[in-house]
């Protein structure tokens, strides 16, 4: 043909569009001179390209179908305080272009293309929960075109959607959120949504080629298929959940464990005598560690919310601070003991009682010769070694050289009973210490059985 495109290899090439409109039918033979396999002229698909602002459908009542899948590639970030989700996604989209095709074998068996995806018409398939300002593609993407029209276009692109997130169970959360794919304009009469792939197909595809191994991990992905009524207006849509969850081992390492040892030294702490002078500043300095422990790894906790780990610190820190003021008060009693020791209380003497007595069937009968009131050895503040604190006896003779017949022996009194009041003030501390450590031991134990739950569910 005269003024055609120049031969190239003397190979002559006939590429056949055919537009078919609604009333009219035009075909156009494109000479193809000067075509091989290495390349196909651009101006063959001119015609297309002149028409990619429209839906490609030779009857405007035929919907075009659209196929979607995705591959999950990268979870990039998992925002608690703006509750938003950072992933990396490859979209694959394809659909029919009815007035595309060509015969293989007329053009040196070619059946597949390249086109540059602004030359032709695209769905406009949005993710509903994403942020349109904030995703990114790459610019100049190709789409395939076969010989049939059928088109196929793959789109990686950084989505930011919103999800649902709850971090009540921090470090070892699990979050749902969803990917729901929908026309932007077109209703279910233009545009009706499918899958060209089953659901675990993508799952197995995004597990294998994720290449994050860094804080999430993706679980599972479902499907459902509902439609969205906007007022008169019908959408088709397809809802993907994804299922991620965290990979608890940093903030196990970092958090739990450093605090679960501070917690366990100060249980120990228990096992200094109740008059030791340096149980008090031991138990200073160990809250005052945990306060700077818990500033330095402020960062690592959720920026929002009260997850189940900001519980356990501060509970942590109330016992700490309880431990440390029952210290306090243990040594200030034992301090007044050694000089006006305060009477007890009645309740407070039964109470001690029944703690402190050994659990037996009867009670056995005091010897003779003890009644129960003589002054026992007792451990004070400063003091290494027992001391009593009863004055020796004057015997008979020095009270009747004193003049005061009755007085050693109403001072012995006065001096035991001063004595039991020592005991009892001082079995009351042991008592205190032994009830506090049983309630570290609980929440110790309360606190491992709970990670190793969270962790293995």
């Known amino acids: 043909m005269e003024g055609g495109w120049p031969v190239v290899g ?4 006939c590429l056949t569009v055919s537009l078919l409109l609604p009333g009219r039918g035009d075909t156009f033979t494109i000479n193809c001179s000067g075509f091989d396999q290495y390349g196909v002229d651009p101006a063959a698909f001119q015609a ?5 602002a429209f839906r490609p459908v030779i009857n405007n009542s035929i919907p075009t179908h659209v196929n979607i899948s995705f591959t999950l590639s990268a979870i990039l970030e998992v925002n608690a305080q703006l509750q938003l989700l950072t992933s990396f996604l490859w979209i694959n989209l394809m659909w029919n272009n009815p007035f595309i095709s060509w015969n293989p074998q007329e053009c040196v068996s070619l059946k597949k293309l390249t086109v540059s995806a602004e030359n032709l018409w695209l769905p406009d398939i949005v993710i509903l929960e994403s942020s349109m300002d904030v995703d990114q593609a790459p610019p100049g993407l190709t789409a395939f075109v076969n010989s049939e029209g059928q088109i196929k276009y793959d789109r990686p692109v950084r989505v930011t959607s919103i999800c649902n997130l709850d971090i009540f169970y921090f470090p070892f959360d699990q979050q749902n959120c969803t990917l729901t794919f929908s026309s932007f304009l077109y209703t279910v009469d233009s545009m009706l949504l499918g899958m060209d792939k089953e659901v675990w197909e993508i799952t197995d595809t ?23 009524l ?6 088709d849509q397809i809802m993907f959940y994804v299922a991620i969850r965290r990979r608890p081992s940093l903030y196990v390492i970092n958090l739990l464990v ?34 700077v422990f818990l500033l330095m790894m402020n960062d690592l906790l959720p920026a929002s919310g009260t997850p189940l780990i900001s519980v356990y610190f501060a509970l942590c820190l109330s016992l700490m601070v309880v431990s440390l003021l029952e210290t306090i008060f243990i040594t200030y009693l034992l301090h007044l003991a050694t000089t006006q020791p305060p009477p007890m209380p009645r309740w407070l003497h039964s109470l001690l009682l029944y703690w402190a007595s050994p659990r037996k069937c009867c009670p056995t009968a005091p010897q003779k010769g003890n009644k129960g009131l003589g ?27 004193n003049g005061c017949p009755g007085s050693a022996e109403t001072q012995q009194e006065e001096e035991a009973q001063k004595q039991h009041l020592v005991d009892l003030w001082v079995k009351f501390s042991h008592v205190m210490d032994t ?5 570290y031991l609980l929440f110790m134990a309360t606190s491992v059985v709970t990670v190793i739950v969270l962790w293995n569910t």
Do not use: C
């Open 48 to 52: 297309v390209f002149d028409r990619k």
């Open 375 to 401: 002054p026992t050895p007792t451990h004070l503040p400063g003091v290494k070694e027992p001391v009593e604190l009863v004055w020796k006896v004057s015997g008979p003779r020095e009270a009747e050289l």
């Open 230 to 235: 906007v007022g008169s207006n019908l959408y």
């Open 10 to 13: 003397g190979v002559l090439l």
């Open 206 to 228: 995004s597990r294998n080629l994720i290449q994050t191994q860094g804080e999430w991990e993706l679980l599972s992905i479902n499907k459902a298929t509902p439609k969205m």
């Open 435 to 439: 009830l506090l450590f049983r309630l």
């Open 258 to 291: 450093p605090s679960g040892f501070l917690v366990a030294i100060d249980a120990l702490s228990f096992y200094l005598p109740a008059e030791s002078e340096n149980r008090a500043p031991f138990k200073m300095t160990l809250l005052l560690g945990y306060n």
